[in-house]
């Protein structure tokens, strides 16, 4: 089931939303936090994102450049700006459609179908440039997609921010074999004096939360004064 996230601060409007995209078997929730909403975002880890302009505190422009740090799901601005200059810097600061309001659900849903057919459906990989063989780690059933971020076993699917994807990677690249803190220290950050070795506990356990979400609980095993190790039975 795909995940949809509603950055909308009109009740109604968020509300037929989120009721239309249940309608058709995706799953919605919406932003209750506007003044910081990527906790949020980040632990409903969506497919896709329904991104409003005028918002309380910061507009859906800066949230579209906060989301695209972390991640490359599609966004599809809505908005009552009609204007030629708000749709150019909606694609500009990263968004991938535009549809205005008062909103025609017919149309949305359209965009919507299509935005995840072409990031997870039957046109992800169509493009030579885009193929499976030259984005996706596979290793006994779990499949990382590199261009979206994804994690996927048994149909099951988790969104990653950029650094739960580089440790995804690299554990995935040694399956089985002992990855070092050291190691995986180099890979996110590229100096490890700079680093406070706390920060890389939160990574493991934020990529290991995804991991149980999709059915493996256990595939990242510690190994103790050494480092981690990537584990699929």
Same mark, same amino acid.
């Given at each position: ?5 509603? +950055?909308?601060?009109?009740? =109604? ?55 695209? =740090? ?24 990263? #968004?991938?459609?535009?549809?205005? =309001? ?16 072409? +990031? ?13 063989? *030259? ?14 971020? *994804? ?11 950029? %650094? ?21 220290? *180099? ?15 939160? %990574?493991?356990?934020?990529?290991? =939360? ?10 990242? *095993?510690?190994?103790? #004064? ?8």
């Amino acid at each position: 089931m795909y995940r949809i996230f509603i +950055v909308e601060d009109d009740d =109604k409007i968020s509300a037929i939303l989120k009721k239309n995209m249940e309608k058709y078997g995706f799953e919605a929730s919406s932003v209750s936090q506007f003044r910081e909403i990527m906790p949020e975002l980040e632990a409903f880890a969506p497919h896709l994102v329904l991104l409003d302009i005028n918002l309380p505190y910061f507009d859906g422009f800066y949230w579209c450049r906060q989301i695209r =740090k972390s991640s490359s799901i599609p966004i599809i601005f809505i908005s009552a700006r009609a204007g030629e200059m708000d749709q150019v810097m909606a694609i500009e600061n990263g #968004g991938d459609d535009y549809i205005t =309001k008062p909103i025609h659900l017919d149309l949305l849903m359209a965009k919507v179908k299509g935005a995840l057919r072409r +990031v997870y459906g039957e046109y992800a990989t169509a493009s030579g440039l885009d193929s499976a063989v *030259e984005n996706t780690l596979h290793v006994q059933g779990l499949r990382l997609h590199l261009s979206r971020s *994804e994690l996927v076993w048994n149909k099951q699917k988790a969104q990653l921010t950029k %650094n739960e994807q580089l440790l995804a990677e690299c554990l995935m690249q040694t399956p089985g074999e002992i990855v070092s803190r050291e190691q995986l220290l *180099e890979a996110l950050w590229d100096d490890v004096q700079f680093v406070d070795d706390n920060t890389l506990t939160v %990574n493991v356990t934020r990529l290991r =939360k995804k991991l149980e979400d999709i059915g493996l609980p256990t595939a990242v *095993e510690t190994v103790r #004064g050494q480092g981690y190790k990537l584990v699929l039975e």
